[in-house]
């Protein structure tokens, strides 16, 4: 027996049979004649080359060879099962609210122009997009609130959780052409705000190693509120290239320390134990491909 001769047909009235113990009761679960299972169960026992069942007036029972079948049986017509279910998923409009999170600045410079696409290509899908700090972001998506989160910063990573790296962004550090010397010795912090305790601001550590005098003065865990100090020149700032190429081309902004290279992970988080749903799926594909197309700009 060849396997591109396999008959499913064939498969399910065996299952039937063996579930029911009875050709009667499984002629009725397929919605046949009882002779047609009769037929399929003898077709199939030939082209094993061996009995499968023990048929007796009282009752049908598996064969040492039938019993071992068994298993292999209901796997083949699960995985034919779950081939359909993924092919008409994929044929279906996408729908519904799709919850999620996305960190600053993930949120405003990527986020919509992926939910520009998805508006395009799926309109009967509500994206319903939650924006914090990372704690409180990811504490959502534990408890289920959110399906996903875009994270710019993983903080202490939750045994609950599945953690993906999707990409990463450039930073630089930057100040305003105005700012004073006093203040070239401030660095203005984000992080701290919602991880104060954590001993590790490692663009601010190599900072300090080069000027002693540095100091953490001001914070701001908004990224746009981040810019704004940054540009009224109240210290040096790490800032997305992305969000202040314009602003270094017209010079409102310079670069310092450009022999630094700094790249940080863009990631992804989820619940561990739910499968993602079609549109959380395609939401992170559109979103790698946005994250992948405008860091290079």
Request: charged content about 30%; aromatic content about 8%.
């Amino acid at each position: 027996m060849r396997l591109n001769d396999l008959d499913l047909n064939l498969l399910k009235a065996f299952v039937w049979v063996a579930e029911e113990k009875s050709f009667t009761k499984a002629a009725k679960r397929l919605f046949i004649e009882q002779s047609s299972v009769s037929k399929a169960i003898k077709r199939f026992e030939d082209e094993i080359g061996s009995a499968l069942f023990l048929r007796t007036k009282r009752r049908v029972q598996l064969t040492t060879k039938g019993a071992g079948l068994l298993p292999i049986a209901r796997s083949i017509l699960q995985s034919s099962e779950d081939l359909l279910s993924f092919a008409r998923d994929q044929e279906r409009e996408l729908s519904g609210t799709l919850k999620f999170g996305a960190v600053s600045p993930l949120s405003f410079l990527f986020m919509p122009e992926v939910i520009s696409q998805i508006a395009r290509d799926y309109p009967r899908l509500w994206p319903m997009m939650f924006t914090g700090i990372t704690d409180d972001t990811v504490q959502r998506v534990k408890n289920r609130e959110l399906e996903f989160a875009f994270l710019g910063y993983e903080g202490d990573r939750l045994k609950e959780l599945e953690y993906k790296e999707l990409g990463h962004c450039e930073f630089k550090i930057v100040a305003s052409p105005k700012i004073s010397r006093e203040a070239m010795n401030s660095f203005i912090g984000s992080r701290e705000i919602h991880d104060q305790n954590s001993p590790k601001l490692p663009t601010f550590e190599k900072l300090k190693k080069m000027n002693r005098e540095m100091k953490i003065k001001y914070s701001a865990n908004d990224m746009m509120a981040y810019k704004a100090l940054v540009s009224d020149g109240l210290g040096i700032g790490l800032l997305p290239e992305v969000m202040i190429n314009n602003e270094i081309k017209q010079k409102k902004l310079k670069v310092l320390h450009p022999e630094l290279k700094l790249s940080f992970p863009v990631l992804l988080v989820y619940h561990g134990s739910y499968p993602l749903t079609l549109e959380a799926c395609r939401m992170i594909e559109v979103f790698k491909e946005k994250i992948s197309v405008l860091s290079k700009i």
